[in-house]
């Protein structure tokens, strides 16, 4: 098992940054990759942001360039750092861990909501 917590979601202007932190706990050593989906009302869960064991990164085309995502495995943690947020970006951002064997976790999500 593992628990994914996600913090630092909120309300931001258009052009603004957030940066979303995930700490994980419990089999850590069993996760093969970590990152972040988001789900805007009325579509389906889409991946933004994730990064693999062996370093690999891989990002939705629509944040290419204003977000990053930063793992640091001593902490057991990955951030999400958006930049230059648009409308469309309004969401609930998911914290997810991909397991050995192909079992996956979520975090209970947190609301980034950017205005116009």
């Known amino acids: 098992q593992v628990q994914l917590v996600e913090s630092g979601g909120g309300l931001v202007q258009a052009g603004g940054s957030l940066r979303l932190s995930c700490a994980a706990s419990?089999?850590?050593?069993?996760?093969?990759?970590i990152g972040w989906y988001r789900q805007a009302p009325g579509k389906q869960r889409e991946l933004v942001a994730t990064?693999?064991?062996?370093?690999?990164?891989n990002l939705a085309d629509s944040v290419k360039g204003r977000f990053a995502i930063f793992r640091d495995n001593a902490k057991n943690t990955v951030d999400l750092q958006m930049n230059s947020l648009k409308p469309e970006d309004t969401a609930v951002y998911f914290c997810?861990?991909?397991?050995?064997?192909?079992?996956?976790?979520w975090g209970q999500g947190t609301q980034v909501t950017v205005s116009s």
């Open positions: 997810h861990a991909e397991m050995m064997g192909g079992r996956e976790f």
């Open positions: 419990g089999r850590t050593f069993s996760i093969t990759a």
């Open positions: 990064r693999s064991n062996i370093g690999s990164t």
